[in-house]
């Protein structure tokens, strides 16, 4: 539900704040459920909001993609986008794993992703701001449309 929300925010003039918005709460989130008691009900509504928010951030992600090559290599964009996630579903257990192997508790191990996803979401909200833009004015009763910048010759 979290996707298809987000993925109608990037097609009106709230794109902005759903992108901020959406990478935000992630990190939130994640600080929430390391400090919240095991067992308790907080504890199950915040890993619903955190698999929304993930889920989020991946469509986020995925536009950007996009935005980020010209047509020709939109394809091979995208889906080495997709491949980058797939690598980081993989690379994410065995990092928490390794942790709680090296003795920490499961709280330390959510603290310990929080620079990751920190330097990950800021990434792809800096991308997001400088590539996702509107052609016609927020609120305005035309398409709103997710449109790339023009590439800049030599680069």
């Keep these: 539900m979290a996707a298809l929300c987000v993925g109608k925010l990037l097609d009106s003039g709230w794109r902005r704040y759903a992108i901020i918005g959406s990478l935000s709460i992630l990190p939130v989130v ?3 459920i390391a400090v919240s008691p095991a067992g308790s009900g907080l504890l199950v509504a915040l890993t619903v ?3 929304s928010a993930i889920l989020a951030a991946q469509v986020i992600a995925y536009a ?3 935005a980020c090559y010209p047509a020709a ?3 091979t964009g995208v ?3 997709v ?3 797939r690598l980081g579903s993989l690379a994410g257990p065995l990092f928490a794993a390794s942790l709680l192997a090296a003795g920490r508790s499961p709280s330390q191990v959510f603290i310990g992703l929080l620079p990751i996803v920190v330097v990950c979401g800021s990434v792809i909200g800096y991308l997001a701001w ?3 833009r509107l052609e016609v004015p927020p609120g305005s ?3 709103n449309t997710l449109h790339c910048r023009e590439p800049v010759a030599g680069g």
């Design 64 to 66: 950007v993609a996009s």
């Design 83 to 85: 491949a980058a996630g």
């Design 141 to 143: 009763e035309a398409s």
């Design 30 to 32: 994640l600080c929430m």
């Design 130 to 132: 400088r590539e996702l």
């Design 73 to 75: 290599a939109r394809g």
């Design 79 to 81: 889906g080495a986008a």
């Design 49 to 51: 909001l955190l698999g």
